[in-house]
């Protein structure tokens, strides 16, 4: 007959004592804060930008129906600009349309570079102060803004693009 292996852990090896010990140097790893900052803090400018343009960002649903209504209702401009910049066309980038950063809505961006390509209609001229004070968030979170007429893109999008691939380039 053979011999059955008991079901209560052995005192030696792995048995309750070890796994009680490993289980509290786990807790005092997870709560032992190896630097001055609290978790999750002290990151860096990425970490930052993650937060507000990153893939995890928290997306109020207002703007996120908002930004779904401005890709399926695009500029002519905003539309051949479009076709230039998406499936990583232009060196390589890729851009994304009507995208959420914070409390704006960009109309076109490239996390890679933290470039933003605004495209200014005719309502730009009676909101110039609110392009001031938006632009001026966006550049002093690390944000690389551009700006360009619906004119620019239609009568010299050669030049929009050399433009643009210029900012792209380190």
């Not at 390589?92 to 959420?100: I, S, T, V």
């Amino acid at each position: 007959m053979k011999k059955r292996p008991s079901p209560q852990p052995s005192p030696q090896g792995r048995g309750s004592k070890e796994q009680e010990q490993e289980q509290e140097n786990q807790q005092k790893d997870e709560n032992n804060s190896y630097s001055l900052l609290p978790k999750g803090e002290g990151l860096g400018v990425r970490a930052e930008i993650a937060k507000l343009a990153g893939k995890n960002r928290q997306i109020p649903d207002v703007l996120l129906e908002r930004a779904r209504e401005l890709r399926k209702q695009q500029t002519p401009a905003e539309k051949i600009l479009w076709e230039c910049l998406k499936n990583r066309r232009l060196l390589n980038k890729k851009f994304r349309r009507q995208h959420n950063i914070d409390r704006y809505i960009v109309d076109f961006y490239c996390h890679e570079k933290l470039l933003i390509i605004e495209v200014d209609g005719s309502i730009h001229a009676n909101q110039q102060t609110e392009d001031y004070i938006r632009e001026n968030w966006l550049r002093s979170h690390d944000f690389t803004v551009i700006r360009f007429s619906n004119e620019q893109i239609f009568n010299d999008i050669e030049l929009v693009l050399h433009t643009i691939a210029q900012a792209l380039i380190p």
